[in-house]
């Protein structure tokens, strides 16, 4: 994977943005698979609807992950 141009423009703002990111994605995988059925519901759908924005961040095509 090569960087952006914008990340290699501004190299620490993209480096604690990815950062943040792996912190929020950590701490909503643990509710997941720790969290109350309630918990695990709510947190399966803020990740569905906040996966497909990570994935093109970072450049993964999700059919890609299913098909394999």
Known sequence: MNLSE???SDPLWWCN???QS???L???IDQLLNGT???KES???ILKA???DFAESVGVT???IKGA
Do not use: W
Request: aromatic share 4%; net charge positive.
């Open 50 to 52: 906040t996966l497909p």
């Open 17 to 19: 943005h990815h950062k």
């Open 43 to 45: 947190i399966s759908n």
């Open 6 to 8: 914008a990340e290699k």
């Open 37 to 39: 059925k309630e918990e």
């Open 62 to 64: 999700l059919n890609e």
């Open 26 to 28: 950590v701490l909503r």
């Open 22 to 24: 792996v912190k929020y």
